[in-house]
């Protein structure tokens, strides 16, 4: 480098010019990204904030502080809410990960038309959200719905059952359509995870007399370990945000039974155009997935170490 | 440990057949090398013997017991996998006691057994890595001390060291080889690397096709190639081919004229040719010197490697020649060359390739 230098003193100038233009260059490239994310994340972030300290309506806003999340914060009605919002994830991101588990396992053996069932399991992903969700009201449905005419026909009930009628049933019904809608894509992803993992493993373990389920335990599950715990952050966050299908199902009824977090802030922002007290809504959910995102990456971490290759 | 008998397999995969009936009997504590190349069906004879593959037909016997239809684990053999199949997320230690925990073996003896194939394999100090943090010639040794721990009857290695660099290739050559005498064990190995087979085996089995072209001890396929496929796959360079006519032969000899009109008399038993029949003359590039009086060729390409100068030439009318000559052999590129071969030396293959077999060979080739 020293002998270059000094070779070339006045050629200083050329890498400078190459060094300015290189960042230019940079900037352009990302450029129109950054206006991208200004304009559709930043900025709208920052008014949500804004308006979260704000009694805004349709006549206009007023600064009122912290007046939004102390009422947040102080109401009984709130914290169900965030109880059921989180029961309502956890339920169902454990349904579809056990059923994408059973679901990839299935479509990875080696069965005779298996490349049509793996077409099978697309649908419910690829329909559009809300046709396939008029789909569970026409099955939920008490007097039409093939459910409760089945439960009748069985001597189960022994009349018309709503099943988005009744709190409980309501809330377990979105459940099962919400599973509906997230497990395919848990299940080709894990059968994409399951795909990697080398033949070789298997027939080392097969020749060392491990059986079906040894081999499941000890080689499918901790190969695709990292796989299953990014899939089920995903998950959780796609599930915690989840809107149209509750929205279409029940509007977040019976008497709130299925409102969650998200519910809750459209119904209170949108419907209701209290556009202060939805911010500040919206604020808190974004602050609880930051902490879930938080936590999870730490047990990625933790995972990534158990069972990665280092 | 136990002797390991194949009895007439045949393999087909759908309408193709890949081995057709192979009978080969495997002494105990020998080590087999099958080699052949790509696509010969070395690795599915080798799978069938796992249990990995099932044969169309015939029988397995691994010490005297019929395991044809048995499962990998009671037919006692372990193998060691081309890709290692090493589990990465497990540790070395964990590696190897696998196919121990499998048999839900008592935690002490399990140790025993770990903590002595990583002694037999220097593995001690890295019992506690994972996979991903050894070398490949450590990965190996992990391999292989996965199938030590359950001392099984045979050994079976599908070409375990196709991945490694040539230096390290080398070194593990002779690791095996110690390991093979220090388990007194019966191994089966699969390769399509002849100097890997020429060093190691105490018996070759050539494949080509899926059929058996020889079985034999290294030195025997060296000298007395029973094809004219064994001839030229065993040896390094290839043996030279070079087709000639038969002009006069008889049980102690045969006359021919080599392409270019060079003549010889080669020491071969020669009832099964005739006068004018066509033939191919096996001439080993090492045997070959340079003198007057032998057959002309003219130097393409030189290599000189130090020791030796590999020198290739073309003779007659265009056949592909190659010499091995002393390092410091006055040749030159471009240059016409007379070279002799002793006839002793020579081969002779008809026309369905397979040998005459000659009269004198050294006497290693008998025994080994």
Same mark, same amino acid.
């Given at each position: 480098?020293?002998?270059?230098?000094? @070779?070339?003193?006045?050629?200083?100038?050329?890498?400078?010019?190459?060094?300015?233009?290189?960042?230019?260059?940079?900037?352009?490239?990302?450029?129109? !990204?950054?206006?991208?994310?200004?304009? #559709?994340?930043?900025?709208?972030?920052?008014?949500?904030?804004?308006?979260?300290?704000?009694?805004?309506?349709?006549?206009?806003?007023?600064?009122?502080?912290?007046?939004?999340?102390?009422?947040?914060?102080?109401?009984?009605?709130?914290?169900?809410?965030? #109880?059921?919002?989180?029961?309502?994830?956890?339920?169902?991101?454990?349904?579809?990960?056990?059923?994408?588990?059973?679901? @990839?396992?299935?479509?990875?053996?080696?069965?005779?038309?298996?490349?049509?069932?793996?077409?099978?399991?697309?649908?419910?992903?690829?329909?559009?959200?809300?046709?396939?969700?008029?789909?569970?009201?026409?099955?939920?449905? /008490?007097?039409?719905?093939?459910?409760?005419?089945?439960?009748?026909?069985?001597?189960?009930?022994?009349?018309?059952?709503?099943?988005? =009628?009744?709190?409980?049933?309501?809330?377990?019904?979105?459940?099962? @359509?919400?599973?509906? *809608?997230?497990?395919?894509?848990?299940?080709?992803?894990?059968?994409?995870? &399951?795909?990697?993992?080398?033949?070789?493993?298997?027939?080392?373990?097969?020749?060392?007399?491990?059986?079906?389920?040894?081999?499941?335990?000890?080689?499918?599950?901790?190969? #695709?370990?990292?796989?299953?715990?990014?899939?089920?952050?995903?998950?959780?966050?796609?599930?915690?945000?989840?809107?149209?299908?509750?929205?279409?199902?029940?509007?977040?009824?019976?008497?709130?039974?299925?409102?969650?977090?998200?519910?809750?802030?459209?119904?209170?922002?949108?419907?209701?155009?209290?556009? /202060?007290?939805?911010?500040?809504?919206?604020?808190?959910?974004?602050?609880?997935?930051?902490?879930?995102?938080?936590?999870?990456?730490?047990?990625?971490?933790?995972?990534?170490?158990?069972?990665?290759?280092? | 440990?136990?002797?390991?008998?194949?009895?007439?397999?045949?393999?087909?995969?759908?309408?193709?057949?890949?081995?057709?009936?192979?009978?080969?009997?495997?002494?105990?504590?020998?080590? *087999?090398?099958?080699?052949?190349?790509?696509?010969?069906?070395?690795?599915?004879?080798?799978? #069938?013997?796992?249990?990995?593959?099932?044969?169309?037909?015939?029988?397995?016997?691994?010490?005297?017991?019929?395991?044809?239809?048995?499962?990998?684990?009671?037919? /006692?053999?372990? &193998?060691?996998?081309?890709?290692?199949?090493?589990?990465?997320?497990?540790?070395?230690?964990?590696?190897?006691?696998?196919?121990?925990?499998?048999?839900?073996?008592?935690?002490?003896?399990?140790?025993?057994?770990?903590?002595?194939?990583?002694?037999?394999?220097?593995?001690?100090?890295?019992?506690?890595?994972?996979?991903?943090?050894?070398?490949?010639?450590?990965?190996?040794?992990? !391999?292989?001390?996965?199938?030590?721990?359950?001392?099984?009857?045979?050994?079976?290695?599908?070409?375990?060291?196709?991945?490694?660099?040539?230096?390290?290739?080398?070194?593990?050559?002779?690791?095996?080889?110690?390991?093979?005498?220090?388990?007194? =064990?019966?191994?089966?190995?699969?390769?399509?690397?002849?100097?890997?087979?020429?060093?190691?085996?105490?018996?070759?089995?050539?494949?080509?096709?899926?059929?058996?072209?020889?079985?034999?001890?290294?030195?025997?396929?060296?000298?007395?190639?029973?094809?004219?496929?064994?001839?030229?796959?065993?040896?390094?360079?290839?043996?030279?081919?070079?087709? !000639?006519? *038969?002009? @006069?032969?008889?049980?102690?000899?045969?006359?021919?004229?080599?392409?270019?009109?060079?003549?010889?008399?080669?020491?071969?038993?020669?009832?099964?040719?005739?006068?004018?029949?066509?033939?191919?003359?096996?001439?080993?590039?090492?045997? *070959?010197?340079? /003198?007057?009086?032998?057959?002309?060729?003219?130097?393409?390409?030189?290599?000189?490697?130090?020791?030796?100068?590999?020198?290739?030439?073309?003779?007659?009318?265009?056949?592909?020649?190659?010499?091995?000559?002393?390092?410091?052999?006055?040749?030159?590129?471009?240059?016409?060359?007379?070279?002799?071969?002793?006839?002793?030396?020579?081969?002779?293959?008809?026309?369905?390739?397979?040998?005459?077999?000659?009269?004198?060979?050294? !006497?290693?080739?008998?025994?080994?």
């Amino acid at each position: 480098m020293t002998e270059i230098s000094q @070779a070339l003193p006045s050629g200083s100038a050329m890498p400078r010019t190459k060094t300015l233009s290189e960042a230019v260059f940079a900037w352009l490239l990302i450029g129109p !990204a950054m206006l991208f994310i200004a304009v #559709i994340v930043a900025w709208p972030l920052a008014e949500t904030i804004r308006l979260s300290f704000m009694d805004a309506g349709l006549g206009g806003e007023e600064y009122v502080g912290l007046a939004n999340y102390q009422e947040l914060v102080e109401s009984r009605k709130f914290h169900q809410t965030i #109880i059921r919002t989180f029961y309502w994830m956890f339920l169902s991101v454990a349904l579809k990960l056990v059923l994408g588990l059973i679901g @990839a396992t299935l479509l990875n053996a080696a069965v005779p038309g298996r490349g049509l069932f793996r077409v099978l399991v697309m649908p419910p992903w690829i329909i559009p959200m809300a046709i396939g969700m008029f789909g569970w009201l026409w099955l939920y449905n /008490g007097y039409f719905g093939i459910l409760s005419g089945t439960l009748m026909t069985l001597g189960i009930t022994d009349g018309p059952f709503e099943f988005l =009628a009744y709190k409980q049933s309501a809330f377990y019904s979105a459940v099962v @359509a919400d599973v509906w *809608v997230g497990t395919p894509m848990v299940t080709l992803f894990f059968l994409a995870a &399951m795909q990697g993992v080398s033949r070789d493993l298997y027939e080392a373990a097969w020749v060392d007399g491990a059986g079906r389920w040894y081999r499941f335990r000890r080689i499918t599950i901790p190969q #695709i370990m990292p796989v299953i715990v990014s899939m089920s952050l995903l998950s959780a966050i796609f599930t915690f945000n989840s809107f149209e299908i509750i929205w279409i199902l029940t509007e977040g009824g019976p008497r709130g039974a299925t409102t969650t977090l998200i519910v809750d802030t459209y119904k209170t922002a949108i419907s209701n155009f209290k556009f /202060g007290e939805g911010s500040a809504r919206a604020v808190i959910i974004v602050i609880l997935l930051g902490i879930f995102a938080l936590l999870y990456l730490n047990v990625l971490k933790f995972v990534n170490r158990k069972y990665g290759t280092k | 440990m136990a002797t390991l008998e194949l009895m007439s397999i045949s393999k087909s995969f759908g309408s193709a057949k890949v081995l057709h009936d192979i009978s080969l009997a495997i002494r105990d504590k020998e080590f *087999v090398v099958f080699v052949g190349p790509s696509g010969c069906g070395k690795s599915t004879l080798l799978r #069938i013997i796992a249990g990995l593959e099932e044969a169309t037909s015939g029988q397995i016997m691994i010490g005297g017991e019929d395991v044809s239809t048995a499962h990998p684990v009671d037919r /006692g053999i372990s &193998m060691v996998f081309q890709s290692y199949a090493l589990y990465p997320h497990l540790s070395v230690y964990e590696n190897i006691a696998f196919p121990l925990r499998v048999q839900k073996m008592e935690k002490a003896e399990l140790d025993t057994r770990v903590q002595q194939a990583a002694s037999i394999l220097q593995l001690t100090d890295k019992l506690q890595l994972k996979p991903g943090q050894l070398s490949g010639g450590q990965r190996q040794r992990v !391999a292989i001390g996965r199938s030590i721990v359950r001392n099984p009857k045979v050994f079976l290695f599908d070409e375990p060291l196709s991945n490694l660099d040539a230096a390290l290739r080398g070194d593990m050559r002779v690791e095996l080889s110690q390991l093979h005498r220090s388990l007194d =064990a019966t191994m089966v190995y699969v390769t399509h690397d002849q100097v890997e087979a020429m060093t190691m085996a105490d018996r070759i089995v050539v494949l080509n096709g899926g059929h058996v072209e020889q079985f034999g001890t290294p030195m025997e396929l060296y000298h007395h190639p029973r094809t004219k496929f064994v001839a030229s796959f065993i040896g390094q360079p290839n043996m030279n081919l070079i087709p !000639a006519t *038969v002009s @006069a032969a008889d049980a102690t000899g045969v006359k021919v004229t080599l392409t270019g009109g060079h003549e010889m008399v080669l020491p071969v038993e020669g009832g099964r040719v005739a006068k004018g029949d066509k033939v191919e003359v096996g001439i080993r590039p090492e045997h *070959v010197q340079i /003198g007057d009086g032998g057959f002309p060729i003219s130097v393409n390409v030189l290599e000189r490697l130090g020791g030796v100068s590999i020198t290739y030439g073309t003779l007659g009318d265009g056949v592909r020649f190659c010499a091995s000559l002393p390092g410091d052999a006055a040749v030159e590129e471009g240059q016409p060359l007379a070279l002799t071969v002793s006839p002793e030396d020579c081969h002779v293959f008809d026309a369905s390739g397979d040998v005459l077999r000659r009269m004198s060979a050294p !006497a290693i080739a008998a025994n080994g």
